[in-house]
Each structure stands twice: as C-alpha cells, then as structure tokens.
C-alpha cells in the first residue's frame, strides 16, 4: 500500500505546473494562450520572461527530484527512477490541466539530478554547448536527450536506462512540431549564441 502511495504522490508532485500557476497568479496570463502553449520552463521563459523562467526551471526540476526520492525517504522497495518516470508523466499528462502539460525536459533533468548528478552536469554541458551554436532551446532540448539515453547504457542499471529512454521517446513525441520547423529552418531561436547571431 506504501508502495502505491509514493508512485501516486510522485505523479502528482509531476502534475504540479508551476508556469501555468506563476502566470495566472502575478502576471494575470495563461500561458497555455502565449507562445508554444506548453506549460514548461521552456514556455514560460518566452511568455514571461526571464524571471519567472529560471524560478520555474528551478521548480519543475525540483518536483522531478523530490519524486525521485520518495521511495528512499519511504523507505520502500521501489526503484528511484520509477518513481521518477511517474513524475515525469505527470509533468506531460497532468490531472490538475486536464492531462495536459510540458514537454517534460526540466522535469527529467530533476530526476537524473536525483540519481546521477554528475551525468546531469555532463548533459547539462551539452544542452548549454547545443543552444549556443544553434540557438535552438528544441534542438539542444532533443540531442541532449540523445547523449542522455546513449550514456544511459553505460550506467550499469538497466531500470535507470529504461526510464531515460522513454523520456527520450516522450521528448520527440512532445517536440514533433519543433522538429518540423528545424527541418523547414523555421524553428523559433533564443537571442543568444551563434545561431542567432547569423540571423
């Protein structure tokens, strides 16, 4: 019963949607109207700034680690990433938006946090490394999901490869779109980096 318990608490703290709530309360906007119409980190940067992206960055990927640390505080024998793998869905499917939500980057670098912390920096390098030549947030977004899964292999724990994988599958299914406008060169790009600079 504990162990249902941890997996429910873990795909609700994965359903909170600090974006959506941050823009409805101080800047009186729903986010799911603006830009992309996701309620991610990703988003809110564009809709409402700076500020409010990094306070949600910080917020998805910390209900992606605390999640992922529920089975341990519990004391219960569930894996750590499965727990993760819930919060990472709950981020995508969340109950409080009618299953709705972001595209579930930040949230699963909460969970790799959680786990491997120095994997993260090393993804962490890529996704900074990606953006700056390209200035895409959706292409850094989606190779570092790459690199993640293919170092997963090497981790030695096949439940952590498996959880990264299909956060990998769930990036590209929640970055099709995005991945249509790389394609087209019409992909929206940040006003940082070499990308944007050759515009």
Do not use: C
Request: aromatic share 10%; proline share 2%; net charge positive.
């Amino acid at each position: 019963m504990l162990e249902i318990t941890v997996i429910l608490l873990a795909y609700l703290l994965g359903s909170l949607q600090p974006g959506l709530w941050i823009g409805q309360t101080f800047f009186k906007k729903d986010i799911r109207e603006h830009g992309s119409g996701n309620t991610g980190t990703t988003n809110t940067f564009r809709v409402l700034g700076k500020t409010a992206g990094i306070i949600v960055l910080i917020l998805d990927m910390a209900k992606g680690s605390i999640a992922t640390l529920l089975p341990i505080w519990f004391g219960v024998a569930i894996h750590p990433m499965l727990a993760g793998a819930f919060a990472i869905i709950g981020h995508v499917f969340s109950i409080f938006i009618r299953f709705k939500g972001g595209k579930a980057v930040a949230t699963s670098a909460g969970v790799v946090l959680a786990v491997q912390p120095i994997l993260l920096l090393g993804l962490a390098v890529v996704w900074v490394s990606v953006l700056y030549l390209s200035s895409m947030v959706s292409l850094a977004s989606i190779l570092t999901l790459i690199v993640a899964a293919i170092a997963s292999l090497f981790v030695g724990d096949w439940v952590f490869t498996l959880v990264i994988w299909i956060a990998m599958i769930i990036v590209f299914v929640r970055h099709r779109s995005n991945i249509e406008r790389i394609k087209n060169g019409e992909e929206n790009k940040v006003s940082f980096g070499l990308g944007q600079a050759k515009k």
